[in-house]
């Protein structure tokens, strides 16, 4: 097709065919992005989901730069020069071509994990699958460069077959030598899958460490506990332990406070002075559920005071140790102006008067 040019170019004949190779296929890669950019694009504007557009802003870099990596193939093939070099140019551009399709499915892996984020994962009730996309995306990565690889592989001779067995014999006894990390790895997916707790909420183990839920990993789950120090527990050690989730089902809680009165008060009067002094509390920090009433129940008689609990409830766990604070503050002060005893610690002796 270049024939026209011998008279005029002479020796530089092939040069100004790759030029003009070159510059064709950046036309016709503009061409071909102007198309998509204006026709196609303007038809997933249309659409509801954001799949399509996701899909297309991920294909138009490929698509340009793909037709340019052909046009730049095809001017190579073309100098005389590199004719001594030709296996090794068709090697290298195997596996430029291998690492460009590597990269274009990695965008729309991307696209569509995109996707699900934003369309699908919000309409969920759990937030298991935002949490399982992160390594979705690293394995479906690690898919794509395995494949790759082999497919090199293959292309310079290697025997696939026998590779493939021997990965497995070598992944078999990888498995055997991380088995700790893939008990790890497993107990996080049963902990995010089963969601005994969630992030936010506020736990205690049965080895006494409890704190607020900050992350939950793949290897370790990490708490805040109430001296703002990180406790870091091995997911395998987290599942098998026993949780209270005082978050689950409502992050309402219940909660009691001991007093007790002498026994020579009216217990009908005291009754009613504390939970007076309850209520008001309640509704003054604006802490507990709507229409909550505290209730007062009496225990036993002890050694110097006739022993009760005041039982309240406040929205969250947290809220519970503010609230003991006033309400015992209130509650002293009123028992104090109504003459209401708290009685002292009393032992009667009698003394034997024998020889």
């Given at each position: 097709?270049?024939?026209?040019?011998?008279?005029?170019?002479?020796?530089y004949?092939e040069?100004?065919?790759?030029?003009?190779?070159?510059?064709?296929?950046?036309?016709?890669a503009?061409i071909?992005?102007?198309i998509?950019?204006?026709s196609?694009?303007?038809?997933?504007?249309?659409t509801?989901?954001?799949?399509d557009?996701?899909?297309l802003?991920?294909?138009?870099?490929p698509?340009?730069?793909?037709?340019?990596?052909v046009?730049?193939?095809?001017?190579?093939?073309m100098?005389?020069v590199?004719?001594?070099?030709?296996?090794?140019?068709?090697?290298?551009?195997?596996?430029?071509?291998?690492a460009?399709?590597?990269?274009?499915a990695?965008?729309?892996?991307?696209?569509?994990?995109?996707?699900?984020?934003?369309e699908?994962a919000?309409?969920?009730?759990?937030?298991?699958?935002?949490?399982f996309l992160?390594?979705?995306?690293?394995?479906?990565?690690?898919?794509v460069?395995?494949?790759?690889?082999?497919w090199?592989l293959?292309q310079m001779g290697?025997?696939?077959?026998?590779?493939?067995?021997?990965?497995?014999?070598?992944?078999?006894?990888?498995?055997?030598?991380?088995?700790?990390?893939?008990?790890?790895f497993?107990?996080?997916?049963?902990?995010?899958?089963?969601?005994?707790?969630?992030?936010?909420d506020?736990i205690e183990?049965d080895?006494?460490?409890?704190?607020?839920?900050?992350?939950i990993g793949?290897?370790?789950?990490?708490?805040r506990?109430y001296?703002?120090?990180?406790?870091?527990i091995?997911n395998s050690?987290?599942s098998?332990?026993?949780?209270i989730?005082?978050?689950?089902?409502k992050?309402?809680?219940?909660?009691?406070?001991?007093?007790?009165?002498?026994?020579g008060e009216?217990?009908?009067?005291?009754?009613?002075?504390?939970?007076?002094?309850?209520?008001?509390?309640?509704?003054?920090l604006?802490?507990?559920?709507e229409?909550?009433?505290?209730?007062?129940?009496?225990?036993?008689?002890?050694?110097?005071n006739?022993?009760?609990?005041?039982?309240m409830?406040?929205?969250?766990y947290a809220?519970?140790?503010?609230?003991?604070?006033?309400f015992?503050k209130?509650?002293?002060?009123?028992y104090d102006?109504?003459?209401?005893?708290?009685a002292w610690?009393?032992?009667?002796?009698?003394?034997?008067?024998g020889?």
């Open positions: 097709m270049f024939e026209f040019l011998v008279p005029y170019s002479g020796i004949t040069y100004v065919a790759v030029i003009i190779i070159l510059i064709l296929s950046l036309i016709i503009k071909v992005n102007f998509i950019k204006k196609v694009l303007h038809i997933t504007a249309k509801k989901t954001v799949l557009d996701l899909l802003g991920a294909i138009t870099k698509i340009f730069l793909g037709i340019f990596l046009g730049i193939h095809m001017s190579v093939g100098l005389s590199l004719s001594v070099y030709a296996n090794e140019i068709t090697f290298a551009f195997t596996v430029i071509y291998a460009f399709v590597g990269w274009f990695v965008r729309i892996i991307n696209a569509i994990i995109s996707w699900y984020a934003i699908m919000e309409k969920t009730k759990t937030k298991a699958d935002e949490q992160p390594i979705f995306k690293k394995v479906a990565y690690g898919v460069g395995i494949i790759i690889i082999l090199l293959g290697v025997e696939i077959t026998t590779l493939v067995a021997a990965m497995g014999i070598g992944g078999l006894a990888l498995a055997l030598a991380l088995q700790d990390t893939l008990s790890e497993f107990a996080g997916a049963h902990i995010i899958l089963d969601r005994p707790i969630k992030i936010g506020y183990l080895s006494g460490d409890k704190g607020t839920v900050v992350d793949w290897r370790s789950t990490k708490i506990n001296k703002n120090n990180m406790v870091v091995p050690k987290l098998s332990s026993k949780i989730n005082y978050y689950s089902p992050e309402e809680i219940g909660f009691t406070v001991a007093c007790g009165v002498g026994y009216d217990l009908e009067r005291v009754e009613k002075v504390t939970l007076d002094v309850a209520d008001k509390v309640l509704k003054r604006d802490v507990a559920p229409g909550f009433k505290s209730i007062m129940r009496y225990q036993e008689f002890g050694d110097s006739i022993n009760f609990k005041v039982i409830r406040a929205k969250r809220d519970q140790f503010f609230v003991k604070h006033e015992m209130e509650l002293k002060k009123r102006k109504e003459k209401i005893e708290i610690p009393i032992r009667k002796v009698y003394l034997h008067k020889k």
